[in-house]
């Protein structure tokens, strides 16, 4: 998917809304454990209850890898579930990778070519030739960590490497990437406050942004420093909607739900 349809996407629906597919099936409500694909039958129920109001879905691939191969067949149901239904969301695969050169590629190929998503997020650590193999995927997407949204940030990201925060260096550097315009950016949620002095880096990238609902980040501080002129942003929520009911009505629940943090999305694109 071309950023331009992206965009074009999130006027459409008004929502930057990204739904994390965090599947744990101690989380379930308990009747979808009798089926053949539980995590694929709670993944279908809650993305056609949601599909009108999020513009992208964002399985993290340890909740499926944490069940072998039923778990990876899982992803595999949803994600060409989501394309051959759903063409017009954006698909993020969180599964933070990067390796040296001819590995990266491996696991380009793994995440856009067979299993088709739209991108991928990167860990930026093992530098330029560990990252440079996947944004050679034409209208494929690479989501660089830059300051993530958990504590443990604070240990090495804002560190001052060489008069400068390291994610600021993580910003920077990667703009001299071989394609870097197929990079966005992950950015907590929960560091709004350092999103102005990110947008000066990197005022036209987009920005995926985990951490609002179950991890406490502020949407509106988010929106404040981070919109731009494409609109900018990914606000993902996981738990906070898809765990919103353990009953019957947990796609309905979730619904409601993304419903909310949409309509905020809307006053927001409208003011
Ligand atoms: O900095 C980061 C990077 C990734 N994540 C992931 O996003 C979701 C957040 O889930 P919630 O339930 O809405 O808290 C999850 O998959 C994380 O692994 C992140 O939280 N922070």
Not at 50 to 63: D, E, I, Q, R, S
Request: charged content about 25%.
């Amino acid at each position: 998917m071309t950023t331009q349809e992206l965009v074009a996407q999130i006027h459409e629906k008004q929502s930057f809304l990204c739904i994390g597919l965090d599947v744990d099936l101690n989380k379930i409500p308990k009747h979808l454990l009798d089926k053949e694909d539980p995590i694929f039958e709670f993944n279908k129920a809650i993305i056609d209850a949601t599909h009108h109001l999020a513009v992208a879905y964002k399985p993290n691939t340890a909740f499926y890898e944490a069940y072998g191969i039923k778990g990876w067949k899982s992803l595999e149901k949803t994600i060409t579930y989501l394309n051959a239904n759903y063409p017009e969301v954006f698909t993020i695969a969180d599964a933070k990778r990067g390796d040296i050169g001819n590995t990266s590629t491996m696991y380009a190929k793994a995440f856009f070519e067979d299993l088709e998503f739209d991108s991928v997020t990167v860990a930026p650590y093992m530098g330029k030739d560990s990252v440079e193999p996947f944004l050679a995927f034409e209208n494929k997407h690479t989501i660089l960590l830059a300051l993530t949204s958990n504590q443990g940030a604070f240990d090495f990201q804002t560190k001052n490497v060489e008069g400068k925060e390291l994610y600021k260096q993580v910003l920077e550097v990667s703009k001299s990437y071989k394609n870097s315009k197929n990079l966005m950016y992950v950015v907590g949620a929960t560091k709004a406050e350092f999103i102005g002095e990110i947008r000066k880096i990197i005022p036209d990238s987009f920005l995926l942004v985990p951490g609002v609902g179950a991890q406490g980040g502020n949407l509106q501080e988010v929106c404040r420093y981070g919109l731009n002129d494409q609109v900018g942003l990914l606000i993902n929520s996981s738990r906070g909607i898809i765990y919103a009911s353990d009953g019957a009505d947990y796609a309905k629940a979730a619904a409601e739900k993304a419903l909310e943090l949409q309509k905020q999305m809307e006053n927001i694109l409208k003011s």
